[in-house]
């Protein structure tokens, strides 16, 4: 198709959407279709967006990702407006979000692509490094060689430690301690990054007045859960306390986990561990009493010299 008859179909397209009031048109309409055939602008938030090809013609959506759009009734007529308004507000699954024809409207399409792109995010990047120096945590790795994609195939390599991460633990990590603090960026940065600050002094805290020794807390990049056994090897502490990015929910990325073992061990499962899980601010398991938490399960790991199902057989 030549330049001049795509013109025509975009001009044709764009003055059949002033007409449906789907797009404003600022000045002339004959004029604001010159250019039109430029890539479209960017969605604008607040403030109509205008760009120098297209002076005059501006699309203005507003930020689906807003309460008042997210949580919007998108059903056409519906028989009872307070009711389905009542459902949408009593979950955060997405329901009453219309439909165009068989398909979805363009609102729940990009509140959607908006929600996954949140989750690409902290999955694909790693911790501010910043948090990190806040802390005092020095960085390892594990077996992942890859970067990100191959942490996604390859759980395995991530639940062990690289042999370079052994040597520097072995170096720099007090041997025997109560208690070990491991930071492990696991599905989610964000999550790390939204919780570190405020459970990492609950935990120091707590541990210190329970009369715990704290060990050399460090991170590890590209980490797995599994990546316990490991370090009760290395370090061999009384427990392991993994502070973790748990798996992403759609636009829902700042959820840490905390794993624990005690004394982890080569062969060690997930039913030798246990977890206090979904922490975060507004909603979640807060982060300051999820570090109270985490204290009493490490003392009565301690107390019963057990963890996972043995802990719960021996507290029964
Ligand atoms: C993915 C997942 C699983 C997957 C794990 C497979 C895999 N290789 O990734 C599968 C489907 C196997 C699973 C199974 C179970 N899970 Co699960 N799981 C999750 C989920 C959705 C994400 C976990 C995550 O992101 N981990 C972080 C990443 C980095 O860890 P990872 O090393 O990749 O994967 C390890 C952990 O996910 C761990 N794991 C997963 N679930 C559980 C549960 C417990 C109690 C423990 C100790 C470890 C554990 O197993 C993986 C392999 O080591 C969470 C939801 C959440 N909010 O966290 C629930 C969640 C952790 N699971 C839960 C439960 C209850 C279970 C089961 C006990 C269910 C059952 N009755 O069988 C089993 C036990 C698992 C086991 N390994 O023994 C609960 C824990 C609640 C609690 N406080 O105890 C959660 C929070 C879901 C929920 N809200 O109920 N799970």
Same mark, same amino acid.
């Given at each position: 198709?030549?330049d001049?008859?795509?013109?025509?179909?975009?001009e044709?397209v764009?003055?059949?959407?002033?007409?449906?009031?789907?797009?404003?048109s600022a000045?002339?309409p004959?004029?604001?279709?010159?250019?039109?055939? $430029?890539?479209?602008a960017a969605?604008?938030?607040?403030?109509p967006?205008t760009?120098?090809?297209q002076?005059d013609?501006?699309?203005?959506?507003?930020?689906?990702?807003?309460?008042?759009?997210?949580? #919007?009734?998108?059903v056409n007529?519906?028989?009872?407006?307070?009711a389905?308004?009542?459902?949408?507000?009593?979950?955060? $699954?997405?329901i009453?979000?219309?439909?165009?024809?068989p398909?979805?409207t363009t609102a729940s399409?990009?509140?959607?692509?908006g929600?996954?792109?949140?989750t690409?995010?902290?999955?694909?990047r790693?911790?501010d490094?910043?948090?990190?120096?806040?802390?005092?945590l020095?960085?390892?790795?594990?077996?992942?060689?890859?970067?990100?994609?191959?942490?996604?195939?390859?759980?395995?390599?991530?639940?062990?430690?690289?042999?370079e991460?052994?040597?520097?633990?072995?170096e #720099?990590c007090?041997?025997?301690?109560?208690?070990?603090i491991?930071?492990?960026?696991?599905?989610?940065a964000a999550?790390?990054?939204?919780?570190l600050?405020?459970?990492?002094?609950?935990?120091?805290?707590?541990?210190?007045?329970?009369?715990?020794?704290?060990?050399?807390?460090?991170?590890?990049?590209?980490c797995?859960?599994g990546?316990?056994?490991?370090i009760g090897?290395?370090?061999?502490p009384?427990?392991v306390?993994?502070?973790?990015g748990?798996?992403?929910?759609?636009?829902? $990325?700042?959820s840490m986990?905390v794993?624990?073992?005690?004394?982890? #061990?080569?062969?060690?499962?997930?039913?030798?561990?246990?977890?206090?899980?979904?922490i975060?601010e507004?909603?979640?398991?807060?982060?300051?009493? $999820?570090?109270?938490?985490v204290?009493q399960?490490?003392q009565?790991m301690?107390?019963h010299?057990?963890?996972?199902? #043995?802990?719960?057989?021996a507290?029964?």
């Open positions: 198709m030549d001049a008859k795509l013109n025509e179909l975009v044709a764009v003055r059949q959407l002033i007409a449906a009031g789907a797009v404003k000045g002339n004959a004029e604001s279709l010159a250019g039109a055939a $430029a890539p479209p969605p604008a938030r607040e403030t967006a760009t120098a090809t002076p013609l501006v699309i203005d959506l507003p930020d689906p990702t807003s309460p008042t759009e997210r949580y #919007k009734c998108r007529s519906p028989q009872d407006p307070q389905i308004q009542d459902l949408i507000a009593s979950t955060t $699954a997405r009453g979000v219309g439909r165009a024809g398909r979805y399409l990009l509140l959607f692509q929600d996954h792109a949140v690409q995010d902290a999955l694909y790693d911790i490094q910043k948090l990190l120096d806040e802390f005092g020095f960085t390892v790795q594990t077996n992942i060689t890859g970067g990100k994609e191959q942490y996604l195939l390859r759980p395995d390599l991530g639940r062990q430690l690289n042999p991460a052994k040597r520097i633990i072995n #720099k007090v041997k025997n301690p109560n208690v070990q491991v930071v492990g960026d696991g599905l989610s999550a790390i990054e939204a919780n600050r405020q459970i990492f002094p609950v935990l120091r805290q707590g541990f210190q007045t329970a009369g715990l020794t704290i060990g050399t807390p460090f991170h590890i990049q590209y797995r859960v990546v316990l056994n490991d090897e290395l370090i061999k009384d427990v306390v993994l502070l973790i748990e798996r992403p929910g759609l636009g829902r $990325a700042e986990s794993y624990m073992g005690y004394k982890p #061990k080569y062969g060690d499962t997930d039913a030798d561990r246990d977890v206090v899980c979904n975060f507004n909603g979640g398991t807060n982060p300051l009493e $999820a570090g109270a938490f204290v399960i490490a009565k301690r107390q010299q057990a963890s996972g199902v #043995k802990l719960k057989l507290t029964k």
